[in-house]
């Protein structure tokens, strides 16, 4: 595995979060980690948040289970601050949106095998897209940018 230097405030044990502000198609950011191929599992990538610090504890969650998480599976990540819900839902990513989304890890790896896990948010309340009392900004964003997330 190549080494290589990461500036301290986007490295964790599980992986590196890219966050971006400028996404491929869109205005919304984006983070993926690098380094869960690595232990044989997939990379994860969220869009619509520039603030990628909770996909390294996902990481965490995935390489404490020894597995990747189920297409489909939804985790209560805990309360907020102000006692919003959050959750998330996770879904096998295409590969056109590795490809789209995750280039450096592609790079990193010198391979375009590998898996990427799309991280989809809730909203505040903890409801998804399809789910009644929606918030209608994040059912935009995950129709635009969620692959199979409905």
Known sequence: MKTCKIHPS????CGVCFPTVDGPDSDLPFSYTIGNQAKGLP???V???G????LNEMSERMIKRGCAFDHGEIIDTGPGKGGEKYRVKIINASDAVREHYTIQAGVFYETHNYRVQQVGLSDLQGHF???EGCDPVVVAMTNNNL???I
Do not use: A, H, M, V
């Open 43 to 45: 990379e994860l990538l």
């Open 47 to 49: 869009i619509g948040s």
């Open 10 to 13: 986007i490295w964790s044990k």
């Open 147 to 149: 692959d199979g997330f």
């Open 129 to 131: 897209p399809g789910e």
């Open 51 to 54: 603030r990628g610090t909770y």
